[in-house]
């Protein structure tokens, strides 16, 4: 039985324009290299677990430890040391795969568990790329049975979501594209989809600043 508790995305203009996620949602952000995807995965982590302290938050990352995504990130201002810091202090479980075969394993040991659940895939091997589909299919299982919220997030880089991994686009109930704008130098999130919900125009432009990135709401309609 769910409680009457809304599920509410991390990042505060997302709130504040009246959005709410599903009791359970399959979130889809669509990523790639230049848009700083490791700072904006660990900050969004931040958000979360800053939103709600005592929820059980499980973050894994394929190919590269998430620990080592904030030594060796891109930002090496206070920002990462904000993010370091604040990571290692509360109580979130990272783990890092070297296979979508281990992905699909926790994710089918830890969902009745967790609260929220955020992967990070920047890429993907070949061999991987054919296990993707199942590892949706064992997101669409979690969903069927839970007895509580629950978000389950991928960061993903947008080769991956190609023609031939396309269905995640239809799978996913939210998804999300993080974008670079090379006239203008600024980097956006636009919302492309969101199942359930009466549709809307909504672009972010985020700012990595010193010690915050601040978001910016550009258009809701």
Not at 82 to 88: G, I, N, T
């Amino acid at each position: 039985m769910f409680k009457n508790i809304p599920n509410y995305p991390e990042i505060p203009v997302l709130r504040e324009s009246g959005m709410i996620y599903p009791p359970v949602a399959f979130i889809i952000y669509m990523i790639n290299p230049f848009v700083s995807p490791d700072v904006l995965f660990l900050y969004n982590i931040y958000l979360r677990a800053n939103l709600e302290a005592n929820k059980e938050i499980f973050v894994g990352s394929y190919g590269e430890d998430v620990e080592n995504l904030i030594s060796v990130s891109s930002y090496p201002t206070p920002l990462i040391s904000k993010l370091r810091e604040f990571l290692s202090l509360t109580n979130i479980h990272y783990r890092y795969y070297t296979s979508i075969e281990e992905m699909i394993k926790s994710l089918e040991l830890n969902f009745r568990s967790a609260d929220h659940i955020y992967y990070y895939i920047p890429y993907l091997s070949e061999n991987d790329e054919k296990m993707l589909f199942r590892l949706v299919q064992s997101v669409k299982k979690a969903k069927q049975n839970p007895n509580k919220n629950l978000t389950i997030t991928f960061f993903i880089d947008e080769n991956v979501i190609g023609n031939r991994n396309s269905y995640m686009l239809y799978d996913g109930d939210i998804l999300f594209k993080a974008y670079f704008d090379e006239k203008t130098y600024r980097r956006y999130i636009k919302l492309i989809k969101m199942r359930f919900f009466e549709p809307r125009s909504i672009n972010i432009e985020y700012i990595i600043d010193n010690d915050i990135i601040r978001f910016n709401l550009i258009r809701s309609l």
